[in-house]
């Protein structure tokens, strides 16, 4: 039987083309210097069985219509706005991805973005390479101090709970969370309140979004979410930039309806280099490297090529996001 072939649509952490040979499956690997054109993409996935993607790969309806042939997508992320699951699963493709590896890294992220801009200190820095740090100064740049204040989590799953316990840890502040469902779980280590988005909105100091991007999601954080903040809030976004309006928040900020903004994910991205949230002493911008430890870049291309080898041994794909496709290839 010959083997079969999975494209790994950039380099990743060796360990997935590893597991992926040693396991028997053919690796062949695009080593451009950024994602494919999605028309690259489809020459390269009709010569495949499967494919290990990432986030940049554009999967949408049309690439499905010309690759319905794919066995199994093992998705080197926890997010998947990339994917058009809908049309995978009426293709009767399994689409995988790599949650909990990267909820450490993440979090860590939001939880420095929140000091970084509760002190200014990516504008502080700033002022230093421009020569502007001449002496003390009693009253410039004076930011807040973060103990004892309410921290808001839109999203309580995996990262949103490292995140509450970062927070109630280090600052024993208090957590309130808005989610799909209830997490029992953060309501009795962090002592974390449900609460309607409204209150969320309202009674957040840090309002970070840990949520994925949905057509329920999508430009949530807008204008009107803005005026309802406190003057004094910092918001807070590492999971997609397309879950907040960038122009709005670009105003929000210039208006003072709210007090600083920290993004690890921008809209677009990436972020052009003279866009104003970049020159705004309450505002510090990363360019999405939440997952981007050693670690938990390491796990996920463990996770992802683990979801691939296990669909070829068993049939069964322990991160399997449209899991009905399973049952009917099982019937
Ligand atoms: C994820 O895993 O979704 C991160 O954003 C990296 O793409």
Known sequence: MP?????????????AKTMLTDAGLEVVEWSGDGPMSQQE??????QVNALLSLGADKLDKH???????????GQFAVGYDNIDVEEATKAGIPVSNTPDVLSEATADVAFGLMIAVSRKMFYNHKTIIRGEWKQFEPLKNLGFQLSGKTLGIFGMGRIGMVMAKRCKGAFDMDIIYHNRSRNPEAEKLFGAKYVSFEKLIRESDVLSV???LSDETRGLFNMDVFRQLKPTAIFINTSRGGVH???DLIEALNQGLIWGAGLDVTNPEPMKPDN?????PNVAVLPHIGSATVEARTGMARIAAENIISFYQSGEVPNC???QVLEVRKS
């Open 41 to 46: 993409l489809i020459v390269r996935a009709k």
């Open 3 to 15: 083997l079969k072939k999975v494209l790994i649509t950039r380099i990743i952490p060796a360990i």
């Open 245 to 247: 309006n960038e122009a």
């Open 210 to 212: 840990h949520s994925v």
């Open 276 to 280: 104003p949230l970049l020159e705004m």
């Open 63 to 73: 690439f499905f219509s010309q690759c319905p042939h794919l066995d199994i997508i």
């Open 321 to 323: 996001i449209n899991r």
